[in-house]
């Protein structure tokens, strides 16, 4: 199984536009990040886990050819804001399956209306299946098996997921200790990390470690990553040699 980083940024992206900070100045391609998300693939199977506002360059830079899903994670912009570039898929493929928390599903009913739309449809709109997540329910993707961890984000409760001995979990705060039961044995999680000092909704970089220290996964990956963490090479030289900041187009085989 690949994954592909597309996307390894907070909510802004990496240059924040308008921003003279150092980072955002950076010309090493690691201190660029888009918004978050990564590509799941193998064999003839390719899923997306969200959908977020760069995921058209995201790709074509990749050069991804299709996408037989897409699992959300949750419904903030940055993560959702791309579902309207599905269409080229839809093209070649016909409809997506989407894979959300029905609050998550709501929501894009919401602000996506045109999607859902089955009375004088734009016939150029995206056209996707929705598929309800949830917690406890394994569900299957391709020919594998993706295990929801649930999560919080603050107040808001977000998806992770375990595919394989791989598990992406991005904008947690906190998580139940059942929860973590289901992350033994990883050889890779991907965790957030928004910035040295804390946040109300996100790990920063200590509680990210602590997490990977209790989980004890063979690798970790850092995501969710803010401007404000430092300079790719500085932060990386900190860390624990088996975990790593990651960084945009990062592809590792699991
Ligand atoms: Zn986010």
Redesign the pocket.
């Known amino acids: 199984m690949k994954v592909y980083f597309l996307g390894t940024g ?2 802004q992206g990496i240059p924040v536009i308008g921003s003279n900070h150092p980072v955002c100045k950076s010309t090493d391609f690691k201190d660029k990040r888009l ?2 998300s990564v590509w799941v693939s193998w064999e003839n199977h390719s899923f997306v886990i969200d959908c977020g506002p760069d995921f058209r360059q995201q790709m074509l830079f990749s050069n991804c050819q299709k996408v037989d899903g897409i699992l959300f994670t ?1 419904e ?1 912009s ?2 959702t804001a791309g579902l309207d570039d599905i269409r080229p898929f839809n093209f070649k493929q016909g409809e997506i399956p989407i894979y959300a928390h029905q609050r998550v599903i709501d929501n894009l009913k919401k602000r996506f209306d045109y999607v859902f739309e089955t009375i004088n449809r734009y016939p150029g709109a995206p056209c996707v299946k929705t598929i309800e997540v949830i917690n406890n329910q394994p569900f299957s993707i391709g020919d594998k098996t993706a295990i929801p961890i649930d999560v919080m ?1 603050a107040g808001l409760q977000v998806f992770g997921y375990r595919i394989d001995d791989f598990a992406y979990l ?2 947690v705060k906190t998580i139940e200790d059942a929860e973590i039961e289901k992350l033994k044995n990883l050889k890779v999680l991907v965790i957030n990390a928004l910035r040295e000092e804390s946040h109300f909704a996100h790990f920063n970089l200590q509680e990210a470690l602590d997490f990977i220290t209790l989980v004890q996964p063979k690798k970790a990956y850092i995501t ?1 990553i803010s401007h404000i963490l430092g300079f790719h090479e500085e932060v990386q030289k900190r860390l624990p040699e088996n975990v790593f900041l990651a960084y945009d187009n990062l592809e590792i085989t699991i």
């Open positions: 907070t909510s918004r978050v949750h903030h940055d993560h984000h991005t904008d969710h």
